[in-house]
């Protein structure tokens, strides 16, 4: 338990948190203020999704733009020569490609026979999982067929081959079984000339993946309890085209990503991202773009999602397997745009849009009182992107002046704020980044949790950047074979858990920021308290204005499990676990109790009360 501590804080004894039977608000706390977000951007999607093949058609590696330690981020694996590599012409070769503008060429050089090919190392795999490997080939002057395995150094794992490749682009599949268990093995495609290959669009992934994405991801996702996921970002704004991104995966062309570098494989696009929330019991928020594009642009990318297959973009969607709409409810007009185009115009897309579904929700971008004026009746969220959510006391400014413009330049509208990007920090590139993965950076965002808490009647929506890796910034960290969860993962699925229907209100002169909420039903009550300094505070709760306590009391209390009292310290793949949750129970036989809260931590402690 957190009660064995490393060092000795100081202790101070308060007179009481007492929580009062008032409601802050009688609007219930949205499950969408856990929310998450995916974009392309550095290698978020990549490091998500299954596919184990880097450059899985020849384009060449394009370098990240962004970094966290340049010695040590994450790099992809490029193709390379194998075989008898001496007699080898390897060419990207512009004429008649399968997939984008080249395919990989390998030609032998004179008429003797050699085996040759190119191989990518780095390749994860487990002894008894099936893979499934496909390609397209075509070839000229080889007789004998063209080998795939996948080796351990000398020691082939698993292998096949493809006897009747033709001179024409075929596509070629296999199931493979691994023999062994390697985070560095080697895909390598061979044959014996003489002769010419041709290799284009090349995958591998385990069979087990959800609909594309690992499982392991899955799983972390869907325990955190995210609420919501939006889809978009820097990309959406400059330029994500999302009609390249459907249909079959393998006629999708890879693109360069400018905002961040990097090439991304475009293996998943709008239809990959829904089947992600919906295996995560997530709502989608789909960003869609603004600049450059019209209100039809908009609405095509509704009707697709949510058109009858009567519709021509519900036909499409229908074509490209799931004939079923959609239903994505939630809509954002562009991302970080501000401008006075885009207040005079987001009512066109506005219209445009409900005119393809008139059941959806609308969010803007930035709040302006142009916005407000021109769209206000539309729209029913607007988006700031607070990167400095550390500092409450200005978000509380904030709130307030954001209700004030409302009610002046939208009266009798119901907009709502929904943050479509937030985070306690905005560090930039560099070894700053370190603070988005530490327990102090938890414990702050837990803090601005609490606030939107106080705020549930306004805060509908918030989501915080981003999800997965992102140089350090992602809640889930991978590499090819592992994932470890950062402390604000821990803490935001405490709040995804155990959020609670409505905020009451609480007294407090402490050091503590706390936030108590009321289930629906009014029979738990729960408290969040963050203690974000390096002192043991020893606390008298008192719920007595509430309700009486029924049962013991359940306590999960996220910090430091080596109890170093320090607000820099973070897990990593070899102390995956090191910032965590640990649960028990309480006894609780009266309205009134104490309660140590531990440095450095977020306490969640449930009632349960007695009817009234």
């Known amino acids: 338990m957190f009660c064995n501590r490393r060092q000795n804080p100081g202790i101070f004894h308060y007179t009481m948190i007492r929580i009062l039977a008032q409601k802050l608000t009688e609007s219930e706390i949205s499950p969408y203020q856990c929310g998450q977000f995916v974009e392309f951007i550095a290698n978020l999607v990549r490091t998500m999704h299954a596919e184990k093949v880097f450059d899985n058609s020849f384009l060449g590696l394009e370098p990240y733009l962004g970094w966290f330690i340049k010695h040590t981020d994450f ?46 190392d780095g390749i994860f795999v487990e002894e008894g999982k099936q893979y499934a490997l496909s390609c397209y080939l075509r070839r000229q002057g080889i007789s004998g067929p063209v080998r795939a395995r996948i080796a351990r150094g000398n020691e082939v794992l698993a292998s096949c081959e493809f006897s009747d490749v033709g001179g024409d682009w075929s596509k070629y599949s296999a199931t493979l079984t691994s023999s062994g268990t390697d985070a560095q093995a080697t895909l390598r495609f061979e044959f014996r000339g003489p002769g010419t290959l041709w ?75 829904i089947a992600f929330c919906r295996a995560v019991d997530a709502e989608p928020l789909i960003c869609v773009r603004f600049t450059t594009k ?37 809509w954002q007009v562009g991302n970080e745009v501000i401008s006075e185009e885009y207040d005079r115009t987001l009512i066109d897309f506005c219209r445009a849009m409900r005119t393809a579904d008139p059941t959806i929700k609308l969010l803007s971008s ?22 400095d959510a550390e500092d409450i006391e ?6 307030a002046k954001f209700t004030a413009i409302v009610a002046e330049h939208a009266p009798g509208c119901d907009i709502k704020l929904a943050y479509t990007e937030w985070n306690a920090y905005n560090p930039g590139w560099g070894t700053g980044r370190g603070r ?94 963050v203690n974000d300094t390096t002192d043991l505070v020893s606390e008298q709760i008192d719920i007595g204005p509430v309700g009486e306590p029924e049962g013991p009391v359940q306590a999960w209390i996220m910090g430091d499990t080596q109890r170093e009292n320090m607000h ?45």
């Open 436 to 529: 988005l993965w530490t327990l102090d950076n938890a414990l702050k965002c837990a803090r601005f949790h609490n606030f939107m808490h106080r705020h549930a009647d306004q805060i509908k929506i918030a989501i915080r950047s981003n999800l997965a890796d992102s140089f350090c910034g992602g809640a889930i960290q991978t590499d090819n074979a592992r994932l470890f969860k950062t402390p604000v993962y821990y803490a935001q699925s405490l709040y995804g858990n155990h959020a609670g229907a409505y905020p009451l209100k609480v007294e407090s002169a402490g050091p503590l920021d706390i936030s108590a909420t009321l289930s629906r039903d009014g029979k738990q009550m729960t408290l969040f308290v």
């Open 568 to 612: 820099d310290v973070s897990n990593s793949f070899d102390e995956p676990e090191r910032i965590s949750t640990e649960r028990s129970t309480m006894e609780c036989t009266s309205n009134r109790i104490v309660f140590e809260f531990q440095p450095l931590t977020l306490t969640v402690l449930q009632f349960k009360l007695l009817e009234p």
């Open 199 to 273: 290799l284009d669009k090349v995958s591998l992934m385990p069979v087990d993946n959800v609909h594309g994405w690992r499982p392991d991801v899955i799983e972390a996702v869907r325990v955190m309890k995210p609420g919501m996921i939006r889809f978009g970002g820097t990309a959406v704004r400059k330029y994500y085209e999302w009609e390249n991104g459907i249909g079959d995966v393998d006629h999708r062309v890879p693109f360069s990503s400018p905002a961040a570098g990097g090439l991304e494989p475009n293996n998943v696009g709008m239809n990959e991202f």
């Open 294 to 330: 019209t209100p039809e642009d908009a609405a095509h990318q509704v009707e697709y999602c949510n058109g009858s297959i009567d519709t021509p973009y519900g036909k499409r969607r229908a074509e490209n397997g799931h004939p079923e709409p959609y239903g994505v409810r939630f």
């Open 75 to 120: 790099k992809e694996n490029p193709w390379y020569p194998s075989g008898a590599v001496h007699r080898g012409e390897y060419a990207l070769d512009e004429e008649n490609p399968f997939n984008g503008p080249v395919s990989q060429k390998i030609a032998t050089i004179g008429s003797d026979p050699c085996d040759l090919g190119i191989s990518q």
């Open 394 to 399: 200005a978000k509380e400014e904030e709130v």
């Open 366 to 387: 930035y709040p302006t009182t142009g916005l407000l004026e021109s769209a206000g009746e539309l729209i029913d969220y607007t988006c700031p992107h607070p990167y």
